[in-house]
Nanobody, 118 residues
Framework: QVQLVESGGGLVQPGGSLRLSCAASGSIFSLLHMGWYRQAPGKQRELVARITAFDSTIYADSVEGRFTISRDNTKKSVLLQMNNLQPADTAVYYC????????????WGQGTQVTVSS
């Protein structure tokens, strides 16, 4: 079992920056693929960025070049640095974990609200 706790959301003006953090517990963190998803009102949850247990990263086209995902295995945490935020980035952001040895299992955090508005 993996527990995920997000922090760092809030209200920011267009062009601003935020950094989301996700703390994990309950498993060997280095053996987890980690990711961030988001869900805007009336829309499906979508992948924002993912970092594998081998440090490979992928990004949604809409955030490529603006967002950076990173992980710290010693601190059991994953970060999402978000720059040049736009109103379209407004959503609830969820931390996601998937065990390297069990791709059928998914763990989710409770979500953190990001609102981009002037």
């Amino acid at each position: 079992q993996v527990q995920l706790v997000e922090s760092g959301g809030g209200l920011v003006q267009p062009g601003g920056s935020l950094r989301l953090s996700c703390a994990a517990s309950g498993s060997i963190f280095s053996l987890l693929h980690m990711g961030w998803y988001r869900q805007a009102p009336g829309k499906q949850r979508e992948l924002v960025a993912r970092i594998t247990a081998f440090d490979s990263t992928i990004y949604a086209d809409s955030v490529e070049g603006r967002f950076t995902i990173s992980r710290d295995n010693t601190k059991k945490s994953v970060l999402l640095q978000m720059n040049n935020l736009q109103p379209a980035d407004t959503a609830v952001y969820y931390c996601h974990a998937q065990p390297l040895m069990n791709s059928a299992t998914n763990y989710w955090g409770q979500g953190t609200q990001v609102t981009v508005s002037s």
